[in-house]
């Protein structure tokens, strides 16, 4: 199961961007045996900005002229069925790396398979001080266009803390990264593995019994199925019994 870790640092290696990036995949790979990592650092690829002139949406082009390492890029993540995507925050948004790239893949905006679509993603974002989670928000209405579905993130702010790394958020990044690989999978798991469990059967008790209901054990596993309690009648906003003296 191929799975891209896009990398959209702008510093060269060693990075924090990448060290927290290689912590989910260590987190992915307990879960997918098969995991085959496709790492991509978008800094390390010639990339220009997108010139505005749209003829890569016209259907005698059907692609972005401009020549530079676009096309290797893409190529790099066909086949994969998800992606792992950390990203610093430097100015209260996406870095302008992962921009361009972003308005590049607008060429594929007619295509039925886009590229860097119709994956599950597991994203990681960090900062100096604060804004982290406007940045994952911006990333939303980009996965949307491409069909992802965003199963599991981690915001980070640095602070007073030196290094990162030496503080709970690679434990963090390992979680995103097994979240990814589990619900990876469940998807190709049969539905009815999970589907032909019985369901614990549900109680009512009477609104002015204050017993302790029963509890019910789950034929499922070995965890304690609470019963479903109707609590007791409340009078309505308005009613005069609703209203107390002296509240």
């Given at each position: 199961?191929?799975?891209?870790a896009?990398?959209?640092?702008?510093k060269r290696l060693p990075s924090?961007t990448d060290?927290?990036?290689?912590?989910a995949?260590?987190?992915?790979?307990?879960e997918?045996?098969?995991?085959?990592?496709?790492r991509?650092?978008l800094?390390d690829?010639?990339?220009?900005?997108?010139?505005?002139?749209?003829?890569?949406?016209?259907?005698e082009v059907?692609?972005?002229?401009?020549?530079?390492?676009?096309?290797?890029?893409v190529?790099l993540?066909?086949?994969?069925q998800?992606?792992?995507?950390?990203?610093?925050?430097y100015?209260?948004?996406?870095?302008?790396?992962l921009?361009?790239f972003?308005e590049?893949?607008?060429?594929?905006?007619n295509a039925?398979?886009?590229?860097?679509?119709?994956l599950l993603?597991g994203?990681i974002?960090?900062s100096?001080?604060?804004?982290?989670?406007p940045?994952?928000?911006s990333l939303?209405?980009?996965?949307?266009?491409?069909?992802?579905?965003?199963?599991?993130s981690?915001?980070?702010?640095?602070?007073d803390?030196?290094d990162?790394?030496?503080?709970?958020?690679?434990?963090?990044?390992?979680a995103?990264?097994r979240?990814?690989g589990?619900?990876?999978?469940?998807s190709?798991?049969?539905a009815?593995d999970?589907d032909d469990?019985a369901?614990?059967?549900?109680l009512?008790?009477?609104a002015?019994d204050r017993?302790?209901?029963?509890?019910?054990?789950?034929?499922?596993?070995?965890?304690?199925?609470l019963?479903?309690v109707?609590s007791p009648?409340?009078?309505?906003?308005?009613?005069?019994?609703?209203s107390?003296p002296?509240?």
């Amino acid at each position: 199961m191929k799975i891209v870790a896009l990398s959209c640092t702008q510093k060269r290696l060693p990075s924090l961007t990448d060290a927290l990036l290689e912590a989910a995949i260590d987190g992915v790979v307990r879960e997918v045996d098969d995991a085959e990592i496709q790492r991509i650092r978008l800094i390390d690829h010639r990339i220009a900005m997108c010139e505005g002139e749209d003829t890569c949406l016209d259907p005698e082009v059907g692609r972005c002229t401009l020549d530079d390492d676009f096309e290797h890029v893409v190529d790099l993540a066909e086949g994969a069925q998800a992606m792992l995507l950390a990203m610093p925050v430097y100015a209260g948004n996406v870095p302008a790396v992962l921009k361009i790239f972003q308005e590049r893949l607008k060429s594929f905006m007619n295509a039925r398979q886009r590229p860097f679509g119709n994956l599950l993603v597991g994203t990681i974002v960090h900062s100096r001080t604060m804004l982290t989670e406007p940045a994952l928000g911006s990333l939303f209405p980009w996965y949307l266009r491409l069909r992802n579905k965003n199963v599991a993130s981690a915001c980070f702010t640095q602070n007073d803390h030196q290094d990162l790394t030496r503080t709970a958020a690679l434990d963090l990044c390992v979680a995103v990264g097994r979240q990814l690989g589990m619900t990876l999978d469940a998807s190709r798991s049969p539905a009815n593995d999970r589907d032909d469990r019985a369901a614990p059967p549900l109680l009512q008790s009477p609104a002015n019994d204050r017993t302790a209901p029963p509890l019910v054990q789950s034929p499922a596993s070995d965890r304690t199925a609470l019963p479903l309690v109707q609590s007791p009648a409340r009078p309505r906003c308005g009613d005069p019994a609703a209203s107390s003296p002296g509240a």
